[in-house]
């Protein structure tokens, strides 16, 4: 914390390198949140400098206390910034992004799972890439819900929906999300037998 | 509040813990490039806020400044203003007494007509006036420096010497008016009235009552027009604090420190109305079979068939609910009938009560957002879950309005108020609660 608000008192004198050794130390673990919204590096990059822009205009707004995490309001700025970023995105597009389905068919179970589920062992990057698959406005609801530990009725304020549609979409996304892993699971089974063979 | 924990969701959670992009360095220069200088930001609203507040202090400071500060009524007469050239007749010139404290005579120079004040002389005596004939029978009032003339009462004896000399205060002059050229002709220092007052001072008076700013702010009535945009904050609605942009005309009947406003304007705000709809959901499509038809096939000695299938389309028969918030604009058109108070109540600064009713009645709502799209589901029914706007409404405001005179008819008006609606902003409903507001009117007025 002591390294942080060094960083921000230099940052506020306008010192360039200390602004260069935030991006470094933060923008990895924000270009990471950005993409898991936007689905894309392009539009995630966009976002983090976007971002990072508000970040060192409003960096004198931080008030540095006990339990305050930079971190944690660097976060929210750029959450913030990416949900801007998608509704501009989604201007032309309908206002709730609820897409039918049909590929769920196979799947009764709500995307319920039971506590000694066994998920398949995946790369990062296989998992960012299974996130991003989904449709947007679920994407950004198991986002805000899973990662920033938002409740219903805070995601129903701020994509101007209802706190059921938001339910709605996180049970839709976890069905997704479940169908997607159970597949790699089977892959991963016939790779395995195969290689056996 | 703590949260059920999913498997799925700490799955991810834990998969993406440390997860960490490099960004490029492209982006790295770009945010270098652009990163600017820090500082406290004020965000739009805020300036606003902040502006508007301080144009209405700046604006109270003036009343104030100009109420405390500001002389008494001047009785100079405005700048350009002269004494128009209307034939004159000897019976109604009147000679001024050169004491007189008004303003004395008028000089005309190449065709413009100048005002010029009452002089003193060395001795501190004031210039006086000669009314003397010319030849041609025009009259001439003349106002010669007279150094030499005896001070005090001496002054105004000799002029009324001259004055008697002619019999009475009328001058008897031939029925001949004065003409331009004429005037030229004339010392400089000659004066001509060229008006037929009885005297100078209802000449003056008459000029005074003439000009068109003191007729009205003279006058006990006044109508006025006015501009003007009230912001409002809404509160006890459904939707939580509301603003509402009001904007409109007005006319306004005032008699001495009571007044009659109304008008009509616009009020134009944004809400939402949640509906619920009911749906099956789409789970498909199969290949349904609707005829075979058979055929014997000579060759291979059995019976060939034909299958015609067409797409059939399946929903759940599970009905399910989705709830959708209707983003809408609703513009009101508003006819206010505001009575009115003054307290203080003079030519540049009014402060008073104002209190009416005002009627809204519901123009237009627009829907801002996209229709639902159910997209291959079964919508069963729609249901209002939140009551959309009502049509008509009442409301009864109070406030107290501030009135400053800026510029001869144009003024400016500041009016906090608050509203309290008789009726809900909703349809009815057994939710719906009576609202009210607080508003500021700022209006820009124009006295006829």
Known sequence: MQVEEKLIKKVLNRDVNAMEALYNQYAPALLSLCFRYCGNREDAEDVLHDGFIKIMRNVANFKVRKGSSFEGWMKRIMVNTALNHLRDRAKEKKFLDIEPIQDLLEINDEGEVGPDAVFPDVSQEKIMEIICDLPPGYRTVFNLYVFENYLHKEIAELLCCSENTSKSQLSKARILLRKKLNQLASEKKTIKIYEKT | ?448
């Not at chain 2, 509301?242 to 409109?248: I, L, P, R």
């Open chain 2, 1 to 448: 509040m703590k949260k059920p924990d999913h498997p799925i969701d700490s799955y991810f959670r834990e998969a993406l813990k440390e997860h960490r992009i490099t960004p490029s360095q492209a982006a790295k220069e770009a945010f270098l490039k652009e990163a600017p200088l820090p500082g406290k930001h004020v965000n739009n609203r805020r300036k606003g806020f902040f502006f508007l507040l301080l144009s209405l202090l700046t604006v109270t400071c003036a009343g104030i400044l100009w109420v405390v500060l500001s002389p008494a009524e001047h009785n100079t007469m405005p700048a350009g203003n002269s004494i128009s050239a209307t034939p004159l007749t000897a019976s109604d010139t009147k000679i001024v007494s050169a004491n007189h404290p008004e303003p004395s005579s008028s000089k005309k120079t190449e065709g413009k007509t100048e005002k010029s004040t009452p002089r003193e002389s060395k001795t501190g005596q004031m210039f006086s006036f000669k009314a003397p004939v010319s030849e041609q029978g025009k009259a001439i009032l003349t106002m010669a420096a007279e150094p030499e003339l005896p001070s005090g009462d001496d002054a105004s004896t000799a002029s009324e010497k001259e004055v008697a000399e002619t019999g009475s205060n009328a001058i008897s002059l031939p029925d001949q008016s004065i003409t331009a050229p004429a005037l030229q002709s004339q010392n400089a220092d000659t004066a001509i009235f060229q008006k037929k007052p009885d005297s100078i001072l209802p000449l003056l008076s008459e000029k005074k009552k003439s000009d068109p700013e003191s007729t009205i702010r003279n006058r006990k009535w006044q109508l006025s027009a006015s501009v003007y945009y009230t912001p409002e904050w809404l509160f006890n609605t459904l939707e939580g604090d509301k603003f509402v942009n009001n904007v409109g005309i007005e006319g306004r009947f005032h008699f001495g420190a009571y007044s009659v406003r109304t008008g009509v304007g616009l009020s134009i705000t944004r809400g939402s109305n949640e509906i619920a709809i009911a749906y099956n959901d789409y789970l498909g499509s199969y290949q349904g079979l609707d005829s075979i038809s058979f055929r014997w096939s000579e060759e291979q000695g059995y019976l060939l068939s034909n299958y015609y299938m067409s797409n059939k389309d399946v929903w759940d028969s599970l009905m399910k609910l989705d709830h959708l918030k209707n983003e809408k604009r609703y513009t009101y058109l508003q006819i206010p009938l505001i009575l009115g108070y003054d307290f203080i109540h003079k030519e540049n600064f009014s402060l008073g009560l104002r209190v009416g009713p005002t009627l809204s009645v519901l123009l237009q709502s627009k829907q801002m957002n996209e229709n639902y799209d159910p997209g291959k589901n079964k919508i069963i029914r729609v249901n209002n879950v939140t009551p959309d706007r009502i049509q008509t409404n009442w409301q009864v405001s109070g406030g107290i309005n501030a009135r400053l005179r800026l510029y001869k008819r144009l003024g400016v008006e500041v009016e906090p108020n608050v509203r309290y609606y008789f009726n809900s902003v909703y349809e009815p409903s057994d939710i719906t609660k009576k609202p009210w507001s607080v508003g500021i009117r700022a209006a820009l007025t124009i006295t006829f």
